[in-house]
């Protein structure tokens, strides 16, 4: 559709910014939050929302701003002027990391403290400390290992640490096995496969496996009982007869025009 209006040469009409951010104030709440995020340190408000598209938080009266001011993952800095992102664990070292997984393992719900032993997923602790996949590392690599103060758990195939546990085994509780009982323990012979079914079978015993087959067997055997008889000393099938009131009458003779 024509405006009539004509652009002078070289000018062209005004376009919104491709901020991908959408325009309905809870859409760029969202999107602000997730920026200063991902941001990862203090910024001043005026770079973060010219460096984001989100002009509209530079009106301190605006709804967004308001909101975005008192969210709860928002913390501002008023002696430095600097909004920063606030995350779930307030972790900024190694050692923080140990103190919460500690804090994690006597967790206050557990009946008892035994019972807790609770740990935390690694990709959990990097969204509150970046750098903590390396921290952690470095703790389940420490010497001697008896001071080790995390255990971890990684995956089977990459190797990498998926969970971090806290340590409360270790200096002088970490005991090293006697030297005698790793002997007395490689001195142990496996026994044969066969030579074990022969022992058991004299001693009226079944393996485990035999065992749990048994009751296969006989449910089987049973469902093949089931269905010899069924196809052996099958009943005649019952109907029920319709239309009483025309017994005894011949259609082809008593209905048919002479």
């Known amino acids: 559709m024509s405006t009539g209006l004509k652009l002078a040469e070289g000018e062209v009409y005004s376009q919104p910014a491709a901020t991908g951010i959408g325009t309905h104030e809870s859409t760029q709440l969202v999107a602000a939050v997730d920026a200063l995020k991902r941001h990862g340190n203090p910024v001043r408000l005026e770079d973060f929302a010219l460096m984001h598209g989100l002009n509209s938080l530079l009106d301190t009266n605006s709804v967004l701003f308001q909101r975005f001011s008192q969210h709860p993952k928002v ?4 002696k430095l ?4 992102y606030k995350p779930d664990y307030d972790v900024h070292s190694a050692a923080d990391i140990v103190n919460l997984l500690q804090e994690k393992y006597y967790h206050p719900s557990a009946l008892t403290p035994q019972s807790a032993a609770a740990g935390m997923r690694v990709a959990e602790l990097k969204e509150s400390y970046p750098p903590a996949r390396e921290c952690i ?22 190797g990498v640490i998926k969970h971090v546990f806290w340590n409360p085994i270790r200096g002088e ?14 001195s142990l012979q496996v026994p044969n496969l066969v030579d074990m ?3 058991l079978e004299s001693e009226g015993l079944s393996r485990t496996k035999e065992v749990e087959d048994q009751p ?20 005649p099938r ?6 009483t009131h025309l017994q005894g009458v011949d259609l082809s003779r008593d209905f048919v025009k002479q």
């Open 81 to 84: 002027d600097l909004f920063s």
């Open 238 to 243: 019952k109907f029920k007869l319709q239309n």
């Open 173 to 186: 509780e970490v005991k090293p096995i006697d030297e005698e009982f790793k002997e007395l323990w490689r």
């Open 75 to 78: 913390e501002y800095n008023a």
């Open 137 to 158: 590392e470095e703790l389940a690599n420490a010497k001697p290992v008896e001071d080790r103060e995390v255990l971890v758990l990684r995956g089977k195939r990459d």
């Open 197 to 199: 079914t022969a022992d």
């Open 216 to 235: 296969k067997v006989q449910a089987q055997q049973a469902t093949r009982g089931r269905r010899g008889k069924a196809k052996r000393g099958a009943a």
